[in-house]
């Protein structure tokens, strides 16, 4: 596919014999067909190619010329893809059609966070009601320390401080009156004794 040569096609072009701008111009048209399978917009995959275009110029400044060079290109392109999918800040540039934002539902009302229903007294009167390991170990982390720095101060393992300090907080939470803290991973279901006898 021949491509029309515009200032950056010429700029790259520019100071290399014939051959060689042809076999460039024909890797960057081979390249922005690859990238247009990748991403879905014009200029998200002219983006794609200049980033990869640029890395291999930085890395490989003279092997234009080698017969491996579309392969480790497009290999160089297909990572640079998957590293820009795979961050947030690539996934947090794309644009949402107004129409879509048009669509969503408006809340009513205005929820108060929950932080902002506890107050300081609030705290104060649950930590008094946790018994006084839970509340050492509370103050210990507040303070700043890790749980090997609360273990050595305290003579437990840090294993042992973490469980000390999930219990405790979970107790402060029944004692607020908090919501309990979502689940990270989900429980694995347990096979009864029956099923796994006849299997």
Known sequence: MAIELSEVDKAT???CTASEA????DLISFLRQRASFLVRSDSDAWDLVQDALERVLRRWPNGWASPDARRWV???????HIDRVRSASWRGSMAVHPDVLDRLPTPDTEEVPLWKTIDSERVEAGLAQ????????LQLQVDGKSLREIGAELGINAATVGTQ?????RRMRVILGL????ARFPR???RSRCCAATI
């Open 13 to 15: 072009a520019a100071g």
């Open 22 to 25: 042809s076999s460039v111009l």
């Open 74 to 80: 497009t290999v160089v392109l297909r990572n640079l």
């Open 130 to 137: 946790l018994p006084p390991a839970d509340r050492r170990v």
């Open 165 to 169: 300090l999930f219990r405790a907080k």
């Open 179 to 182: 919501p309990a803290a979502p």
């Open 188 to 190: 694995p279901k347990r």
